[in-house]
Protein backbone atom coordinates (compact mmCIF):
# COMPACT_ATOMS: atom_id res chain seq x y z
CA UNK A 1 0.00 0.00 0.00
CA UNK A 2 1.21 3.62 -0.48
CA UNK A 3 -0.01 7.14 0.27
CA UNK A 4 1.38 9.32 -2.08
CA UNK A 5 -0.17 12.70 -0.35
CA UNK A 6 -0.17 13.49 3.30
CA UNK A 7 -3.19 13.16 4.49
CA UNK A 8 -4.64 15.59 7.05
CA UNK A 9 -4.67 14.87 10.04
CA UNK A 10 -2.16 11.73 9.22
CA UNK A 11 -2.86 8.86 10.37
CA UNK A 12 -0.43 5.85 10.25
CA UNK A 13 -3.00 3.38 12.52
CA UNK A 14 -5.34 3.91 9.29
CA UNK A 15 -2.12 3.06 6.81
CA UNK A 16 -1.24 0.03 8.90
CA UNK A 17 -4.33 -1.67 9.01
CA UNK A 18 -3.82 -5.40 8.64
CA UNK A 19 -3.76 -6.98 5.21
CA UNK A 20 -4.41 -10.84 5.15
CA UNK A 21 -1.93 -13.09 4.01
CA UNK A 22 0.96 -10.20 4.57
CA UNK A 23 3.82 -10.92 6.43
CA UNK A 24 5.11 -9.67 9.70
CA UNK A 25 6.82 -7.23 10.33
CA UNK A 26 3.99 -4.26 8.32
CA UNK A 27 5.57 -2.35 5.93
CA UNK A 28 4.62 0.77 4.14
CA UNK A 29 5.66 2.79 1.30
CA UNK A 30 4.68 6.49 2.59
CA UNK A 31 6.73 10.00 0.61
CA UNK A 32 9.27 7.37 -0.86
CA UNK A 33 10.19 6.03 2.13
CA UNK A 34 9.87 2.30 3.60
CA UNK A 35 8.02 3.03 6.97
CA UNK A 36 7.01 0.18 9.81
CA UNK A 37 5.99 0.06 12.82
CA UNK A 38 8.31 -2.40 14.36
CA UNK A 39 11.72 -3.33 12.75
CA UNK A 40 13.35 -7.15 12.72
CA UNK A 41 16.69 -6.47 13.43
CA UNK A 42 19.38 -9.45 12.70
CA UNK A 43 21.84 -10.67 15.79
CA UNK A 44 24.33 -13.49 16.36
CA UNK A 45 23.79 -15.52 19.40
CA UNK A 46 25.98 -13.42 22.34
CA UNK A 47 26.35 -10.55 19.92
CA UNK A 48 26.89 -7.22 21.37
CA UNK A 49 24.93 -4.39 20.12
CA UNK A 50 25.53 -0.62 21.16
CA UNK A 51 21.79 1.76 21.33
CA UNK A 52 22.50 5.81 20.81
CA UNK A 53 19.78 7.86 21.58
CA UNK A 54 21.06 10.87 18.65
CA UNK A 55 17.93 13.43 19.41
CA UNK A 56 14.55 13.85 21.06
CA UNK A 57 11.64 16.37 19.58
CA UNK A 58 8.63 15.78 21.40
CA UNK A 59 6.64 17.33 24.20
CA UNK A 60 6.31 13.77 25.62
CA UNK A 61 9.17 11.58 26.73
CA UNK A 62 10.71 9.10 24.09
CA UNK A 63 12.78 5.71 24.11
CA UNK A 64 12.74 2.80 22.29
CA UNK A 65 11.87 -0.93 23.46
CA UNK A 66 13.92 -4.24 22.26
CA UNK A 67 12.19 -7.11 22.00
CA UNK A 68 13.22 -10.57 22.34
CA UNK A 69 11.60 -14.44 22.00
CA UNK A 70 13.19 -16.87 23.81
CA UNK A 71 16.19 -15.47 24.94
CA UNK A 72 17.86 -13.11 27.04
CA UNK A 73 19.40 -9.17 27.26
CA UNK A 74 22.82 -8.52 29.20
CA UNK A 75 22.72 -4.33 29.61
CA UNK A 76 25.04 -2.74 30.28
CA UNK A 77 26.50 -5.83 32.43
CA UNK A 78 23.20 -6.61 33.97
CA UNK A 79 21.25 -9.58 32.85
CA UNK A 80 17.72 -9.47 32.12
CA UNK A 81 15.48 -12.44 33.94
CA UNK A 82 15.48 -15.01 31.45
CA UNK A 83 11.30 -14.77 29.75
CA UNK A 84 10.29 -16.26 26.82
CA UNK A 85 9.17 -13.07 25.93
CA UNK A 86 10.89 -9.90 27.00
CA UNK A 87 11.13 -6.32 26.48
CA UNK A 88 14.05 -3.65 27.61
CA UNK A 89 12.92 -0.51 27.66
CA UNK A 90 15.80 3.01 26.63
CA UNK A 91 14.57 6.11 27.77
CA UNK A 92 15.97 9.09 26.21
CA UNK A 93 17.93 10.32 29.50
CA UNK A 94 20.08 7.14 29.25
CA UNK A 95 21.68 8.33 26.32
CA UNK A 96 24.26 4.92 25.45
CA UNK A 97 23.64 1.40 26.02
CA UNK A 98 25.92 -1.74 25.42
CA UNK A 99 23.34 -4.86 24.65
CA UNK A 100 24.55 -8.48 24.72
CA UNK A 101 22.02 -10.57 23.10
CA UNK A 102 21.45 -14.25 23.67
CA UNK A 103 19.57 -15.62 21.10
CA UNK A 104 18.17 -19.05 19.27
CA UNK A 105 16.07 -16.75 16.86
CA UNK A 106 18.95 -14.56 15.20
CA UNK A 107 16.60 -11.09 15.59
CA UNK A 108 15.23 -9.19 17.68
CA UNK A 109 12.35 -6.76 17.32
CA UNK A 110 12.95 -2.66 17.61
CA UNK A 111 10.11 -0.01 18.19
CA UNK A 112 9.81 3.62 19.74
CA UNK A 113 7.84 4.32 22.65
CA UNK A 114 6.99 7.62 24.45
CA UNK A 115 5.08 8.34 27.98
CA UNK A 116 2.10 10.21 28.42
CA UNK A 117 -0.09 11.34 31.22
CA UNK A 118 -3.98 9.90 31.55
CA UNK A 119 -6.30 10.87 33.65
CA UNK A 120 -8.88 8.41 32.97
CA UNK A 121 -9.03 4.60 31.13
CA UNK A 122 -11.88 1.89 30.53
CA UNK A 123 -10.83 -0.97 32.42
CA UNK A 124 -12.45 -4.52 31.71
CA UNK A 125 -12.99 -7.30 34.36
CA UNK A 126 -15.20 -8.01 36.95
CA UNK A 127 -16.60 -5.19 39.12
CA UNK A 128 -18.90 -5.18 42.12
CA UNK A 129 -21.21 -2.02 41.38
CA UNK A 130 -22.72 -0.36 44.60
CA UNK A 131 -25.90 -2.17 44.68
CA UNK A 132 -24.36 -5.34 44.46
CA UNK A 133 -24.64 -5.84 40.86
CA UNK A 134 -21.51 -6.71 38.71
CA UNK A 135 -20.34 -5.35 35.55
CA UNK A 136 -17.74 -6.15 32.59
CA UNK A 137 -16.31 -2.42 32.50
CA UNK A 138 -15.76 0.90 34.23
CA UNK A 139 -13.82 4.12 34.11
CA UNK A 140 -11.00 4.60 36.54
CA UNK A 141 -10.16 8.15 37.25
CA UNK A 142 -6.72 9.76 38.25
CA UNK A 143 -6.77 13.41 39.63
CA UNK A 144 -3.29 12.94 40.06
CA UNK A 145 -2.73 11.37 36.37
CA UNK A 146 -0.86 8.39 35.87
CA UNK A 147 2.01 7.86 33.62
CA UNK A 148 1.58 5.14 30.89
CA UNK A 149 4.24 3.82 28.21
CA UNK A 150 2.64 3.94 24.66
CA UNK A 151 3.88 2.49 21.64
CA UNK A 152 2.78 0.05 18.34
CA UNK A 153 -1.02 -0.52 19.04
CA UNK A 154 -1.19 0.27 23.12
CA UNK A 155 -2.71 3.55 24.23
CA UNK A 156 -3.13 6.81 22.76
CA UNK A 157 -2.98 4.69 19.56
CA UNK A 158 -5.36 2.34 20.24
CA UNK A 159 -8.13 4.64 21.91
CA UNK A 160 -7.89 8.41 21.61
CA UNK A 161 -9.33 9.42 18.66
CA UNK A 162 -8.65 5.89 17.01
CA UNK A 163 -5.71 8.08 14.74
CA UNK A 164 -2.20 7.95 15.31
CA UNK A 165 1.03 8.85 13.98
CA UNK A 166 3.37 6.50 15.37
CA UNK A 167 5.93 5.06 13.14
CA UNK A 168 9.17 4.96 12.00
CA UNK A 169 11.73 4.50 9.27
CA UNK A 170 15.69 3.67 8.99
CA UNK A 171 18.64 3.94 7.31
CA UNK A 172 21.74 1.54 7.14
CA UNK A 173 24.30 2.84 8.34
CA UNK A 174 28.25 1.35 9.28
CA UNK A 175 27.61 -2.01 11.68
CA UNK A 176 23.72 -1.00 11.92
CA UNK A 177 20.80 1.61 11.36
CA UNK A 178 19.63 5.06 12.29
CA UNK A 179 16.01 5.13 13.27
CA UNK A 180 14.07 8.34 12.69
CA UNK A 181 10.83 8.02 14.72
CA UNK A 182 7.37 9.34 14.83
CA UNK A 183 5.11 9.34 18.06
CA UNK A 184 1.36 9.34 18.71
CA UNK A 185 1.24 13.20 17.72
CA UNK A 186 -0.46 12.98 14.48
CA UNK A 187 2.11 14.68 12.07
CA UNK A 188 4.82 12.96 10.01
CA UNK A 189 7.96 14.76 10.91
CA UNK A 190 9.80 11.79 12.43
CA UNK A 191 11.39 13.33 14.62
CA UNK A 192 10.25 12.77 18.08
CA UNK A 193 13.50 10.39 18.71
CA UNK A 194 16.40 9.74 16.22
CA UNK A 195 18.59 6.68 17.77
CA UNK A 196 20.85 4.28 16.66
CA UNK A 197 21.90 0.54 16.62
CA UNK A 198 25.17 -0.92 15.57
CA UNK A 199 26.76 -4.36 16.04
CA UNK A 200 29.87 -3.99 18.31
CA UNK A 201 31.81 -7.34 17.51
Same mark, same amino acid.
Given at each position: ?65 ? +????? *? !????? %???? /? &? ?5 ? $? ?12 ? +????? *? !????? %???? /? &? ?5 ? $? ?12 ? +? ?60
Amino acid at each position: MTIERCPEPVNFKELFKYIPGESAPQKRTYRGKTIFLVDKFPVKNKETLKSTIESTNSRYRQGFGI +KIFNG *Y !LVIDG %EPME /Y &EKRCTAL $FWEEFKDSEVQVFT +KKGHI *Y !LENIW %EETI /Y &EEHKSGH $FQKADGSFTHSKIV +KYPEGKKIVCHNNAERCAYVNHTCANAMYSEEIPNGKRYYCNDGVEDDDFDDIVFTVTRQN
